[in-house]
C-alpha cells in the first residue's frame, strides 16, 4: 500500500502548492487501479522466456522428449531458432558448461545420414535434413548435439562420455548412422 500511496501522493507533497492533484481523485483512482491490476496481471500470466538453464539440463537428458517438463520449454527454443532468436543463456550454468546453436550447412556441418545429394547444373548441391543444431558442453568436453528441423522433428547425437555417463540413452541417431552405413557399398581391400 506504500507503494501506492508514493505514486499518488510523492512524500512531501503539499495539497495547497499543488491543488490539482486533490481535484482529481478520480484520475488517482484511475492510477491506482491501473497499477494494481498490472501487478496482479503480472503474477497471474505464464513466462513466455524460456529458462537457458531448465533447456540445458533437458537437452543433458538421456531423451528430454521423454520428459514432461522437458518438450515445452526444449519446443519453445527450437520455435525461437526458427525465428532467428538467440539461444538462451543460463548463468548458473558453471565453468566448462555452455549450449551454443549454429545453422546446419550439408555437407559440412551435418551428420552424413542426414545429408541429400542432388544433381545441379553447376554440380552437386547438397541439403541437410535438420535445420541446425544445439551443441551441448558439459565439463569443458563435447557432450551432445541435437539437431532440429523447422518441422518441429529433432535427434539427438551424444559423445562417447555422454554415452558412458547416462548409459541409456535415445539412440535413434546411433540407428539411423548405423543404417546409413548398412547401405553404402562395401569397399574392397586393393592389393599393392
Request: proline content about 9%.
Amino acid at each position: 500500500m506504500k507503494l501506492l500511496q508514493w505514486i499518488s501522493r510523492p512524500e512531501g507533497h503539499d495539497d495547497k502548492k499543488t491543488p490539482h492533484l486533490t481535484q482529481r481523485p478520480k484520475l488517482r483512482h484511475l492510477h491506482r487501479s491501473a497499477l494494481a491490476a498490472c501487478v496482479a496481471l503480472a503474477g497471474s500470466s505464464p513466462a513466455y522466456a524460456v529458462d537457458g538453464c531448465q533447456v540445458l539440463l533437458c537437452l543433458a537428458a538421456s531423451s528430454w522428449k521423454s520428459i514432461p517438463q522437458c518438450v515445452p520449454p526444449v519446443r519453445q527454443v527450437l520455435r525461437d531458432l526458427a525465428r532467428g532468436k538467440p539461444f538462451p543463456t543460463c548463468t548458473m550454468a558453471g565453468a566448462g558448461n555452455s549450449a551454443s546453436h549454429s545453422w546446419s550447412s550439408a555437407p559440412s556441418f551435418c551428420p552424413p545420414q542426414y545429408t541429400r545429394v542432388f544433381a545441379g547444373p553447376n554440380g552437386p548441391t547438397y541439403i541437410c535434413d535438420y535445420t541446425g543444431a544445439i551443441s551441448l558442453t558439459v565439463q569443458g568436453a563435447p557432450y551432445a548435439r541435437t539437431w532440429w528441423s523447422l518441422d518441429g522433428d529433432s535427434v539427438t547425437e551424444f559423445s562417447p562420455a555422454a554415452k558412458l555417463q547416462l548409459r541409456s540413452w535415445d539412440k535413434r541417431f546411433d540407428e539411423e548412422l548405423a543404417a546409413w552405413l548398412a547401405m553404402r557399398p562395401a569397399i574392397s581391400p586393393t592389393a599393392h
